[in-house]
């Protein structure tokens, strides 16, 4: 079975501050990575993706992640923050077509 | 449509009622999906259609919850006799073809049983 850790539930920075959000996945073979943001109020929107090639991978409003397959992770980077930026993110992993596996998420909250 | 819509948004259900939520898909998304989401955690899997094949209801939690997508498009996600356990944010999800893995999510809908 898979899992998903995100190991900060509560970040709180300011801004311009740096952004690294922790995931660890569980699963043996091959993955798909994903993380997904929820700002207040709004759906759950895909922030980026990882399929294959190039373990970076760059998401939208300046987010990137890197894919680490030897330590399972797939941590989240931003390097200068935005209030806008306050939302709940998190880290999914799917190894096959449907099913996806979420982590519990975490709550960031950047002060103007 | 422009995205996923779900509804009723909000539904209050005594226990033991039962309950039917809806989901509307994008237009032509071959794959839908069904999450729960307690309060504090992740959403997590409950099943996932394939036009209108459930390929996969391993999430389900048990022989209360029911979900159909008799057309292919359209999805009903029921809960008999709700238990207060069931209260949760039900999120609906879907995506374009068979080997896509990235889902559009809808708003939910946030059950709370009294």
């Known amino acids: 079975a898979q899992s998903v850790s995100q190991h900060n539930h509560h970040v709180i920075l300011s801004e311009a501050a740096s952004l690294e959000l922790g995931c660890n996945y569980s699963?043996?073979?091959?993955?798909?990575l994903f993380w997904y943001v929820q700002y207040p109020g709004q759906h759950l929107q895909l922030l980026l993706k990882y399929f294959s090639g190039d373990p970076l991978v760059k998401g939208i409003k300046g987010f990137e992640a890197e894919f680490i397959k030897s330590k399972f992770s797939f941590n989240l980077r931003k390097p200068s923050v935005q209030w806008s930026d306050t939302a709940e993110y998190f880290c999914a992993v799917n190894s096959r077509i449907g099913k996806s596996t979420f982590g519990d998420g975490t709550t960031l909250t950047v002060k103007p | 449509g422009a995205g996923v819509s779900q509804s009723p948004r909000y539904k209050v259900a005594k226990r033991g009622q039962d309950v039917a939520l809806r989901c509307d898909p994008i237009?032509?998304?071959?794959?839908l999906f069904w999450y729960q989401q307690a309060l504090g955690q992740g959403p997590e899997f409950l099943t996932y259609?394939?036009?209108?094949?459930?390929?996969?209801k391993s999430g389900l939690p048990s022989d209360r919850f029911f979900a159909e997508r008799p057309e292919g498009s359209v999805s009903t996600l029921k809960i008999q006799r709700t238990q207060q356990e069931d209260s949760a944010v039900y999120l609906c999800?879907?995506?374009?073809?068979?080997?896509?893995?990235?889902?559009?999510f809808g708003p939910g809908t946030r059950l709370t049983v009294t």
């Open positions: 259609f394939q036009n209108e094949a459930q390929l996969d």
């Open positions: 699963y043996g073979g091959t993955v798909n």
């Open positions: 237009s032509g998304h071959v794959s």
């Open positions: 999800a879907s995506s374009p073809g068979q080997s896509s893995y990235e889902q559009y």
